[in-house]
């Protein structure tokens, strides 16, 4: 009896279990050499971080296959200097898989960036949200100035996404990969209502470059 049939039978995972066999079956035919590479490991040249909500598969909205991007996905695509989770994935995508490219992607119509415009008692996600209730005080006056909910909830987004880009540039691991091979950070914006992909910043002024470095770079001691 293979691993796939043990279990009681006609369960949600059984079901599950069929449709994934009939999508590796397609793959099969279509890339005969992707189980057997994909079994001796992977090297993908992204890492993509982002909100976990179910309309932004990052994988099928780039168009590429299950190998290709390394990802981490929270609550409003939130990037926090302590994060134990998001610290692993990034130091694990960035010194040992050697991304090329670090996406932090933000959307249209996220719920947990409407949480932190509102001022509902949410529990748990009260604290993780911290940060971003944090970018709505820094940006009160310009954000109170809109009337349309969702142009305040887009740029929420983008300060949100600036702020990751902010703390992943203060990341040893990520000053390393920076410096000495060139890895590019980049924020995104995915429009759900059309399926556009807006780039909100992949570039940083040199005297702030200059002052970050100055500031963050490290250097084991001998
Ligand atoms: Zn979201």
Known sequence: MSEQQTGPKGGFAHTLASRVEEWSSSMEQSDPDFFPKSAKGQSPKILWIGCADSRIPESTILGLKPGEVFVHRNIANIIQPTDINSLSVIEFAVAHLKVEHILVCGHTSCGG??????NNRLGLLDVWLQPMRQLRMDHTDELEKMDNQSEKTHRLS?????????????????????????????????????GKL?????????????????????????
């Open 113 to 118: 960036v409407n949480a932190a415009l509102a």
């Open 158 to 194: 983008q300060y949100n996404i600036l702020r990751g880009l902010e703390v992943l540039r203060m990341n040893p691991t990520v000053i390393d990969a920076m410096t000495e091979r060139n890895l590019q950070l980049h924020g995104v914006i995915y429009h759900v209502e059309n």
């Open 198 to 222: 807006e780039v909100v910043e992949s570039t940083e002024d040199e005297h702030r470059l200059k002052k970050r470095l100055a500031a963050f770079t490290t250097k084991q001691a001998a």
